[in-house]
């Protein structure tokens, strides 16, 4: 099973709201990843954690906040979002953090910040 | 640094035909390459990936992609397109630096007519 679940599908938050995205996998993956992606445009990478600990975090706005519970768990926090962080956003895992790995990618949840 | 180009952000293909989607990268190391299609309103899915093992590889959906050295090149090809092909095509190449960082390309939306 190569699965990534992501919840919610959809969500819509306004400017002063928290909320959080969840991302689940069930393959014994040791690297998980979050990336967004507008519209027309490929995704861009905002974390990677490795072993459950945070290796990458791509100069990301403090009102995202990731959190790794466990290695099968990867959340989302957000808080005090702008429109522009309007977008969708992707899930991902791996066996490991390592160029060889190929990353297996959720449906993604579809953020609106009104 | 690593980079992908995608030659052609629109292709457009009649049903049955050749479909050829360019993807060209430029690493100063033996690179790990990859093809994903993401469907409308859905993540992205892994059609095949190049880790060195084999020059043609074969992937889901019948495709599969050349690697050639010579032309620093990854072309996505089938043989013969079906309606259900109609997707956004990513190109993309591991970052070998350990991080396991993908660069995607722009994208190729491939269209496909009757």
């Known amino acids: 099973d190569t699965e990534v679940t992501q919840t919610p599908k959809h969500l819509v938050m306004g400017m002063t709201n928290k909320k959080s995205l969840k991302c689940e996998q069930h393959m014994g993956h040791r690297a998980m990843y979050w990336y967004k992606q507008k519209a027309k445009k490929p995704p861009e990478l905002m974390f990677v954690?490795?072993?459950?600990?945070?290796?990458i975090n791509e100069s990301v706005p403090s009102r995202f906040s990731p959190e790794c519970p466990n290695s099968s768990l990867l959340n989302l926090h957000l808080h005090a979002l702008q429109p522009e962080d309007s977008a969708l956003y992707l899930c991902a895992s791996s066996q490991e953090q390592r160029a060889t790995y190929e990353q297996y990618f959720g449906p993604g949840t579809r953020l609106t910040v009104t | 640094a690593q980079s992908v180009t995608q030659l052609g952000s629109h292709v457009s293909v009649s049903e049955g035909a050749l479909v050829l989607l360019r993807c060209n990268y430029s690493s100063s190391v033996p690179p790990y390459l990859f093809w994903y299609v993401q469907y409308p309103n859905q993540g992205l899915q892994l059609l095949l990936k190049?880790?060195?093992?084999?020059?043609l590889v074969k992937g889901i959906n019948g495709f599969e992609a050349e690697f050639k050295k010579s032309e620093t090149s990854f072309h996505l090809t089938k043989p013969s397109a079906h309606m259900s092909d109609a997707a956004e095509y990513f190109c993309?190449?591991?970052?070998?630096?350990?991080?396991?960082?993908?660069?995607f390309g722009a994208g190729t939306r491939l269209a496909v007519h009757p």
């Open positions: 993309a190449v591991s970052d070998t630096g350990g991080y396991n960082k993908l660069i």
């Open positions: 190049y880790t060195s093992a084999a020059t």
């Open positions: 954690y490795s072993y459950e600990k945070l290796s």
